[in-house]
Every structure is written in C-alpha cells, then in structure tokens.
C-alpha cells in the first residue's frame, strides 16, 4: 500500500484561530483509493521549517501533500520554500499566467502580488482550482494545495487521477453505550483472531452518555465482515444498547 | 518564548473519522500563557513510530503534549512507548489505582485491563482527571494527556500551572470583504514597519462572499494596536465592507 502525508502550512492553524478540516477530508479521500495516509504535521509559515519539514517527508513517503501558504500576500511562502526544498528556480508559470488574466478582468487587479500565485518551481505541474482560477501544483510526489478547505478539495478532485492507488479501506463501526474497559478484553482476543482488520475502540460522550466507538477498518471486505461479527456477537453478550454505525468514511 | 509540540496519536485522526479538536484548544490556551505552540504532529498508533516522535520532539521543545493512546484497549499503546521512549520502567502507580478503586464500586468493574490506565513511566505525576478519574501525567517535559477532547480539555486546567508561562500573545483582526490580493502590496508595507507585531492574511468564503481576515498578533499591547490602525487605515481606502472581529482567541 503506497504511503502519504500532509504538511499543514500555517500559523493560524497552530495559534488555534482557524480550526484545520483538510486532514480529515485527506484521510477519507486517501481511505477511498487505498493510500495510507501516514502522518500529518501542522507548522509555522517559517521558510527554514517548511523546507527541512518538506524535504524529510518527501523522502520518507510515496506522496506528500501541503496545504496552505500559496496565496499574494507577504506570508505567502510555500512556493519559495518548496523550490528551495527541491533546488529548483522558481519561475513565473506562464499558463497560470494566462489563466489569471482571464479570471481578473481589470487589468490593474492582475498586480504584482497576484502575479506571486503563478510562481512555482521549474517544472511543476499545475493543478487545476475551478474556484478562484489561482492553480496549485505538482513537483516530483509532492502536491502544493491551497489552505482554504473548499478550493483544497476542489484541487484534490483535479489531481487525484495522478495518484498511485491501491486497494480501498473499508470500514465498519459498531458503537455500544458502555465503557471500553468493560470490552477490552474481549475486543483484544477478536484483534489477535481477526490480524489483517484494524479494530479500534474510541470512548465518547455523547448527550452525557458514555459510549464507545468499535472501529474495524481493512482492503479485504471478507475478513472485514468476520471481525465485524465478532464484535457484534462481544458486544451482545452485555446488556447494553448497540447497533452499527453507517461508516462516513 | 518557551515553546510547545504537540503529538496526535490516534489512526481515527488519520482516517479522517475523528475531527482532532485538541490542536485548536491547546493553540490557544498556549497563547494565553505566551507559549509558542511550535509544531503539531499527528500519528498513527504504532509503538516506533510514538518512541521516535517523542524522542525527537522532547529533546526540540520546551513542553511536548500528546492526545490520545491512554485507554484500556488493545489499540492504547501510548503509555508503553512513553516509558521505552525515556528508557524507564512502566510501573502501576498506586495513586492512580486509588483512584479509579474509589470510582468503580464494583471490584469486578476494575479489571486487568482498566488496571493498564495505572501504568505510567517510573517517575511521572500524575495529572488529575476530573471526568472519567483514569489520569494523564507528566514525565520530564511530556503531559501525556487523553484524546477525548472534554477530557483533555479538564487535564489541561489541572495541569497548566506546572508550565513555564511567558508574555501572553494577544490578537485583533480586521476583516474585509475583498479579495487579499489587493491588500497584499500595502499589508506588505504594513508588515515590515511593525515588525514587532506578525501579521497574517486569511481569505474565506462566507455565504458565498469573498472576504479576508487581516490577523494581528504579538505580546506588546502598543505595538499591536499601532500596527492595527494601520491596517484599519489601509483597509478603509478600500470602498469595501470592514470592521473589527472580537478575537476568540
């Protein structure tokens, strides 16, 4: 199974200001194609970060994907970190040039810092964004995103046929209103019988209500089916409410 | 400034079935005591991957968090390789078993596996937790914390007098229904006259309006306030709609 990661570029993401939902929508969408999405790492709009962060992950894993930091305004330093990280110019895109003067029909609005969002490092592949024209890119296995979470998706649409797939990740949740403790011997014997499914157990508190989640996640829907029984049938034997989840992922 | 990393350890992050709520949280408490929340990382539940993490982070940072990993399944591996990671012994604090003795009135309830929440690195203190009794903890400069966020949430009000506080960050934002690509030029003037003070630009969509949130944040008052006049100043000879947003941070 290939391997993923995401950078998430930003101070506002690490000040608690904005509230980051790319990872989750990444990990679905990496679940639907079979990529493992390994780690993702939030940090600072700091060129000397970005590069040394971009260049560890870009060795280590198969994909890797940045969010944030590709926008006109002087905290904008993605671009100029990533072509850094890679040793290449970063040069001024002349197709996301052109599809810039289509977008700004004034001329005057096409200024110098707009004109930022067509750099990329020589040789990039650009990724469309049907929101505000202003394209993300490809270099090497790394993809560089927007931050803004509804253009972030709508790049990943544009780019997901380039990646390498494998086998989808399918799960199933079965959600108990008890405590863990209570399950986790039971639950600890079905992992040891049930090795090539992930099951895990995510206590929670729902309206007061203490409950736990019973996640099982696998590529092979046989043995998903088997674990899921198993569970099913560890969770009957307590005088509790239960039922299966619809899995969002 | 001390400086903070905090270490996501959960696959429900990765999978995107778990919204992380923690990184926007300690964000900001940690600007309230004028800690720099430098990094955040998220990773799976694997035993080597939680040891490298740790022992990377905790030798980089003043204070290391980590969410997640302190239940009695299976999965909850964190206390385990927090113990291999600072090469101690994993010892059943007697503290932590009176606790939870007084919160499970039926002995039966208190089984081996709620017993492995006791287990904490020779030397670690407890962290008290007020919600579900099971506690976090600290050993040297790492709070290992639940990753249920109300949980999390209370272990950091008991905990957070044992950190090194510094000059609290505080924040203004102006916001301006416009594209920051316009503003880029002028906030770039902006910004490099008050370098004191760190500015950032944050473009939103919001019912379908484009708009830009100008952050301001820094420790000094008067710097901060200088700076935000200016922008306010920059911003109203645009004929757009503006005005101050109460920071919620």
């Known amino acids: 199974m290939s391997s993923a990661c995401l950078i998430i570029i930003g101070n506002e993401i690490l000040s608690g200001r904005t509230q980051d939902l790319n990872l989750a929508f990444l990990g679905k969408r990496m679940n639907e194609i079979g990529i493992r999405l390994v780690e993702a790492r939030v940090i600072a709009d700091d060129f000397e970060t970005i590069i040394n962060t971009l260049n560890e992950c870009r060795n280590k894993y198969d994909h890797v994907f940045t969010t944030g930091g590709i926008g006109p305004t002087h905290d904008d330093i993605t671009s100029a970190a990533v072509a850094e990280a890679f040793g290449l110019p970063l040069i001024r895109d002349p197709e996301a040039v052109a599809l810039l003067c289509q977008h700004y029909a004034n ?19 650009l990724v469309d964004n049907p929101i505000s024209k202003a394209p993300g890119y490809q270099i090497g296995n ?17 780019l997901k046929e380039r990646l390498i797939p494998g086998k989808p990740m399918k799960s199933r949740t079965i959600v108990a209103f008890m405590g863990e403790g209570s399950l986790a011997k039971g639950l600890g014997d079905v992992q040891n019988a049930h090795s090539e499914t992930e099951i895990g157990s995510y206590p929670f508190i729902r309206n007061g209500k203490l409950g736990t989640a019973l996640v099982l996640r696998g590529a092979d829907q046989d043995a998903l089916n088997e674990a899921t029984e198993a569970v099913t049938e560890l969770v009957s034997g307590f005088d509790v409410e239960h039922f299966e989840e619809s899995s969002a992922e």
């Open 142 to 158: 790394v993809f560089v995103l927007a931050g803004v979470p509804r253009i972030m998706q709508a790049m990943y649409e544009a």
């Open 107 to 125: 001329a005057e609005d096409l200024n110098e810092q707009r004109l930022k969002m067509c750099e990329v490092p020589e040789g990039a592949i």
